[in-house]
T-cell receptor, first 114, second 112 residues
Framework: ETGVTQTPRHLVMGMTNKKSLKCEQH?????MYWYKQSAKKPLELMFV???????ENNSVPSRFSPECPNSSHLFLHLHTLQPEDSALYLC?????????????FGPGTRLTVT | GQSLEQPSEVTAVEGAIVQINCTYQ??????LSWYQQHDGGAPTFLSY????GLEETGRFSSFLSRSDSYGYLLLQELQMKDSASYFC?????????????FGAGTRLFVKA
């Protein structure tokens, strides 16, 4: 257990569905991240939030919409996804978004788009 | 552009020592991290180097040479449970702020 939880752990959705991924961290961190991990590809950083403010959006398509209501919770709203969006979506948190070091990852949500 | 290179696979025997290299081409380099990820699991942090030299944590050590844009993760007294993927990640600071860039990962197979 890393102190970062994600729900659901598995999700299958059609291309016309709308769903949301949830992440919660119990570590008192200020920064939270969404990553996409596809098979045999590097981890792709999608969004960064620092003190609830979005500080990075790495050219992510608008069909992915993040929401950070407070420093402990992070959501990823999904709509009209494509099959190539099927991947493991990882949430992480850290003490700050600046400097180096340690990010704590959640277990991920395995998303399959049909 | 920013890029990291690490071997895709490494195989070693139980009890041996293995070194996983990572070379990077980035601007605004700030530090190098290593993460371990078992199949079906989440990445877990192993080490972080911001300065040149060797950092040791138990059986794992990490090295950085900023002048050579190179680092490595050293695993000693290999155990079967060390079979996993290992990612290097570079932290960079540019005009847009901090970013973390991950390598594609090195799959380590430990054989009995």
């Amino acid at each position: 257990e890393t102190g970062v939880t994600q729900t659901p752990r598995h999700l299958v959705m059609g291309m016309t569905n709308k769903k949301s991924l949830k992440c919660e961290q119990h570590l008192g961190h200020n920064a939270m991240y969404w990553y996409k991990q596809s098979a045999k590809k590097p981890l792709e950083l999608m969004f960064v939030y620092n003190f609830k403010e979005q500080t990075e959006n790495n050219s992510v398509p608008s069909r992915f919409s993040p929401e950070c209501p407070n420093s402990s919770h992070l959501f990823l709203h999904l709509h009209t996804l494509q099959p190539e969006d099927s991947a493991l979506y990882l949430c992480a948190s850290s003490q700050g978004a600046s400097g180096g070091g340690e990010q704590y990852f959640g277990p991920g949500t395995r998303l399959t788009v049909t | 552009g920013q890029s990291l290179e690490q071997p895709s696979e490494v195989t070693a025997v139980e009890g041996a020592i293995v070194q996983i290299n990572c070379t990077y081409q980035t601007s605004g380099f700030y530090g190098l991290s290593w993460y371990q990820q078992h199949d079906g699991g989440a990445p877990t942090f192993l080490s972080y180097n911001a300065l040149d030299g060797l950092e040791e944590t138990g059986r794992f050590s990490s090295f950085l040479s900023r002048s050579d844009s190179y680092g490595y993760l050293l695993l000693q007294e290999l155990q079967m449970k060390d079979s996993a993927s290992y990612f290097c990640a570079v932290r960079v600071l540019n005009t847009g702020g901090f970013k973390t860039i991950f390598g594609a990962g090195t799959r380590l197979f430990v054989k009995a």
